[in-house]
Each structure stands twice: as C-alpha cells, then as structure tokens.
C-alpha cells in the first residue's frame, strides 16, 4: 500500500499528466493525444522538494499529495528460485500383448498421417508463393509512384 510523503492539496486539470520530478517536486506535462500536444515542456506545479529512496515509486495521489508505493522487485527469475520443484514417481508401465491386427492398424495409420503431412506441407508452400508474388507486385508499383 501507499504512504503518504508530504501534503501539498494540488487541484489537478485534466489532460495532464502529474509526477514527481527529479528534485522532488511536482510536475505536469501535457498527455500525448494523437499528433496534437507531443511537444510540450513539463511546467512545475510546486516546490515540494521530497528526497526520494531507492525502491520506491514516488506520484501525486488522487487528494494532490506526494505519495510513495514499494516498487516489485524480482519477476520470473526470483520466483522460480523460491519456488521448488516436486519430483513425482514414476508409474511403471505394464507390457501388454499386441495382437497382429492391432500392429496393422496402426502401421495404416502411421501411413495416413504421412500423407495428410505432406498435403499440409504442399498447401503452406503455395501460399508462400502467393504471398511472394504479391510483394514483388507491390513494390513494382511504389517504384512506378516514386518515378511519377
């Protein structure tokens, strides 16, 4: 949860974007709308001057105070670490007797999936070839632009 760091009362306008400047004191900037307000300097709103730690994200609350919230630390990498891994016992597996008919059937299977692969395959290179002319029509028709 946040604390709070110092009481300032800040009224906020909307279509600004309030923080904590590198001095510790309170800024806004213009919110980027489209191509409209991208260039805009931020303009200080009070002299607060609040000495930041390391660890914490410092911003102006809803009431227009200084705030500050401890920053998440670690991600993936820590959690594997804290986490540990359970073993789980293997089952031992019980032979079972194939029939002859059972080994044919699967060998018509084995066979039918080979040719369904190929099949894929021939469909996913055509579409390739498709997608190549495309491109090569398109770029002919920028340079036919760029030359006009």
Do not use: H, W
């Amino acid at each position: 949860m946040a604390e709070k760091v110092a009481k300032v009362g800040i009224k906020k306008v909307g279509g600004y974007l309030y923080f904590v400047d590198k001095q510790g004191d309170i800024s806004k900037a213009k919110m980027a709308r489209g191509k409209k307000g991208r260039s805009c300097k931020p303009t200080k709103v009070a002299k607060v001057g609040v000495r930041k730690a390391s660890g914490y994200l410092y911003f102006v609350d809803k009431r227009g105070d200084v705030s500050r919230a401890k920053m998440a630390r670690g991600g993936k990498k820590r959690r594997k670490k804290k986490k540990k891994v359970k073993k789980k016992k293997a089952k031992k597996k019980v032979k079972k007797k194939k029939t002859k008919k059972k080994a044919k059937k699967k060998a018509k299977r084995k066979v039918k999936r080979k040719k369904t692969k190929k099949k894929a395959k021939k469909r996913v290179t055509k579409k390739k070839t498709k997608k190549k002319a495309k491109r090569k029509v398109k770029r002919k028709a920028a340079k036919r632009r760029k030359r006009r």
